[in-house]
């Protein structure tokens, strides 16, 4: 019987199928057993079940925090593993107090275990794992010694620049130290600038997005036998990509032959995780002590966030919306809308994001920026438009989905999906693009423009991601 598991990509969706499973008989020799032609939802209940577990160590199920060793600072945290420069860097840019995530996974981290970041949006995943990154690189090595993987362009640029921030010598030691250099490697890059400064002198830190680093790794430009760390952001979206999936695995199974390695997986959200979990070891992507740091586990959805959603006929949607826009008055948002069909494509129409745009160019009177961010845009102008937005003061950014994941605008207060998004996973990045900051108590809101067929996909969110929607209007 064919292995249905080991040959799709994983997490191909939350919504378990209804069949009756068949009664489970499983031998304590046999690790990999019934996986075969089972649904999702019994290969859950075989991770339920004790024998399977047993085969995953207890140790790499997922990490309880011990509150009463708790540290007040990063400081404290992070001495004598990060370079006091570093530490002095990350304090000047204003985090002093580690978030939860960071609390409970540097250790772990420094410790040299392969982890599983699982926290929500938002809560400092990206610093807990450049700091793991500046405990291990030896910047008079002239080799790769960190390599982060992301899904998209956006998210790289954005890495890479709080890398850089992190890397900066302070001035007293500028001549004393060798420094730290941070390559973006991201698709749409001039590859052959990149290949040349491989060879030259090659960079301590690589950020890249696949299609690009695995050019570099086939003509063998990239080594991955000089890494320390391995990191692959936003990994469950990585695995749910069909373009992506074929090539992250390679990467991983290339590099768990490496000697010294450490792998490190983030995201908010990871669903069917022990069987993510199980996977890794069973591949030997990672360790077999693999931990599994799940931060917040029964709360998946920031509690800073106010959920509401607006009933609207199809004619309606765009008015809808300007209203709320009236009301609400946000200083900075994002309105999320759905992506252009290939049919529409082909007749010539404008994108959904397009028409939106130039309606609200038309009729909306606030002061912020209106910008747009999608796909179809030339890369440049995607980097305009969120170079932009950081630029400070108002804005309103009309984006599809590739502003979903990982996207860190902080000032963002409101949320608007203009149209709602195809899963509950998506749900939770898009609202998670607000309530950014990890400390405050600022209210952010998230507001879906719905049919009123839509109500129960809506529901289907609200009982997946354990939030509480509210009817506006
Ligand atoms: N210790 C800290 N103190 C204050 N702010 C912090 C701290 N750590 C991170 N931040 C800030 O929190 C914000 C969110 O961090 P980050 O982008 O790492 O979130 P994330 O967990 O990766 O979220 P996502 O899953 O959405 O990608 C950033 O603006 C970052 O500067």
New binding site residues.
């Given amino acids: 019987m064919a292995c249905l598991y080991a040959t799709q990509p994983y997490f191909l969706s939350w919504t378990f199928s209804v069949q009756p499973s068949p009664p489970h008989r499983l031998s304590p020799n046999c690790t990999r057993p019934l996986f075969l032609s089972y649904t999702n939802r019994t290969v859950n209940s075989l991770f339920g079940h004790k024998l399977l577990r047993a085969s995953i160590s207890s140790s790499c199920l997922s990490h309880e925090a011990d509150t009463t060793n708790r540290s007040s600072t ?1 400081r404290e945290l992070c001495e004598g593993h990060v370079p006091d420069h570093v530490l002095r860097r990350v304090e000047e ?7 939860n ?2 609390q409970q996974a540097l250790p772990i981290l420094f410790s040299g275990r392969d982890c599983i970041l699982h ?10 794992y450049l700091l793991l990154v500046y405990s291990l690189i030896n910047t008079q090595r002239s080799a790769v010694q960190a390599l982060i993987v992301v899904p998209t362009r956006e ?1 790289g640029m ?1 890495v890479t620049k ?1 890398a850089r921030v992190l890397a900066a010598k302070p001035e007293d030691l500028q001549l004393e130290m060798k420094s730290c250099t941070v390559m973006a490697l991201l698709d749409g890059g001039t590859l052959r600038r990149h290949k040349n400064w491989l060879k030259a002198e090659p960079p301590t830190i690589v950020v890249a997005t696949l299609g690009s680093l695995c050019q570099m790794v086939e003509k063998q430009i990239f080594k991955l036998e000089t890494l320390r760390v391995l990191i692959i ?2 990994v469950d979206f990585m695995f749910n990509s069909s373009k992506q999936v074929g090539s992250l695995r390679k990467l991983l199974t290339s590099y768990s032959s490496s000697n010294h390695r450490q792998t490190i997986f ?3 959200s990871i669903p069917q995780h022990r069987r993510f979990l199980y996977d890794c070891i069973q591949q030997k992507w990672t360790k077999a002590d693999v931990v599994h740091v799940h931060v917040n586990p029964i709360e998946p959805m920031p509690s800073s966030l106010h959920h509401r959603f607006v009933i609207c006929g199809k004619k309606e949607r765009h008015t809808a919306l300007l209203s709320l826009l009236q009301s609400d008055a946000p200083q900075c948002a994002i309105i999320f809308v759905g992506v252009q069909s290939e049919k529409s494509k082909k007749a010539g129409d404008a994108s959904p994001a397009t028409l939106l745009i130039n309606f609200l160019k038309a009729s909306h009177m606030g002061c912020s920026d209106i910008l747009l961010l999608e796909e179809d845009m030339n890369l440049n102008q995607r980097a305009a438009s969120l170079s932009e937005v950081r630029q400070g003061g108002g804005y309103l950014l009309v984006a599809t989905d590739i502003a979903a ?4 605008l ?1 000032e963002t207060t409101h949320i608007y999906n203009f149209d709602l998004p195809k899963d509950a996973v998506c749900y939770l ?1 898009r609202a ?2 607000t309530g ?4 405050s108590d600022t209210k952010c809101i998230v507001t879906s423009v719905i049919r009123s067929e839509e109500r129960f996909v809506l529901q289907r969110f609200e009982n997946e991601l354990m939030f509480h929607c509210d009817k506006f209007m």
């Fill in positions: 990063l840019v204003g985090y002093i107090v580690p978030t995530v960071q926290a929500q949006t938002g809560s400092g995943k990206t610093l807990a998210l954005q709080v952001d936003e983030a995201s908010a994941r990982g996207v860190d902080p990045h998670g693009r950014r900051k990890p400390f």
